[in-house]
C-alpha cells in the first residue's frame, strides 16, 4: 500500500511540476493593401529565421500552424517559438539591409515550419519562419 501511495505521489508530482508549450501563428488581419499601384519594391525575398526549445521527459508533436511540447522541464530556449522566429528574420534583415525604425515595410508570403526531434528522454522543437519584405514608398 505504501509503494501504491509513493507511485501516486510521484506521478502526481511530475504532472503538476511539468511544462507544456503550446505556440501557433495565426494571422488574421484585416487590413487590406492594394499592391497594383506600383507604390511599393520588393526589398528581400526569402529571408528566414529560427527559434527552437528543448524539453526533457516529454513529446512535442506539430499539426499544421500549432506546434506544441509536453514536458517535465525546459532545459533550452525560452518557449516563445514563434516570437523568437519573428524577431530573428526581422534581425536577419537588419543585418543586410540596415533598421526598419521609421520605414514602411510589410512581410508577405510568411511560412512557417515545425522540426520536431522526439528521443525517449528529451525532445525538441524548433519553429522556422520565411517570409518576403516589401517596402512602400
Same mark, same amino acid.
Given at each position: 500500500? %505504501?509503494?501504491?501511495?509513493l507511485s501516486?505521489?510521484?506521478?502526481? !508530482?511530475? @504532472?503538476?511540476?511539468?511544462?507544456?508549450n503550446?505556440?501557433?501563428?495565426?494571422a488574421?488581419?484585416q487590413?487590406v493593401?492594394?499592391?497594383?499601384e506600383?507604390?511599393?519594391?520588393?526589398?528581400?525575398?526569402?529571408l528566414?529565421g529560427e527559434s527552437? *526549445? +528543448?524539453?526533457? !521527459? +516529454?513529446?512535442s508533436y =506539430?499539426?499544421?500552424? @500549432?506546434?506544441?511540447?509536453?514536458?517535465?522541464?525546459?532545459v533550452? +530556449? =525560452?518557449?516563445?517559438?514563434?516570437?523568437?522566429?519573428?524577431?530573428?528574420?526581422w534581425?536577419?534583415?537588419?543585418?543586410?539591409?540596415?533598421?526598419?525604425? +521609421?520605414?514602411k515595410?510589410?512581410?508577405?508570403n510568411?511560412?512557417?515550419?515545425?522540426?520536431?526531434l522526439?528521443l525517449?528522454?528529451?525532445?525538441?522543437? %524548433?519553429?522556422?519562419v520565411r *517570409?518576403d @519584405?516589401i517596402?512602400?514608398?
Open positions: 500500500m %505504501k509503494s501504491l501511495s501516486f505521489l510521484f506521478i502526481s !508530482l511530475l @504532472v503538476l511540476t511539468g511544462c507544456s503550446s505556440g501557433a501563428f495565426l488574421v488581419n487590413t493593401v492594394n499592391l497594383e506600383g507604390n511599393y519594391v520588393i526589398q528581400a525575398t526569402n528566414s527552437s *526549445a +528543448g524539453y526533457i !521527459l +516529454g513529446l =506539430s499539426s499544421g500552424p @500549432v506546434a506544441n511540447s509536453l514536458a517535465i522541464a525546459r533550452s +530556449g =525560452s518557449g516563445m517559438l514563434y516570437a523568437e522566429a519573428i524577431d530573428d528574420l534581425t536577419s534583415y537588419e543585418e543586410e539591409y540596415g533598421t526598419v525604425q +521609421g520605414e515595410v510589410a512581410l508577405t510568411v511560412r512557417f515550419d515545425a522540426d520536431i522526439n525517449v528522454l528529451y525532445t525538441q522543437v %524548433k519553429v522556422s *517570409a @519584405v517596402m512602400f514608398e
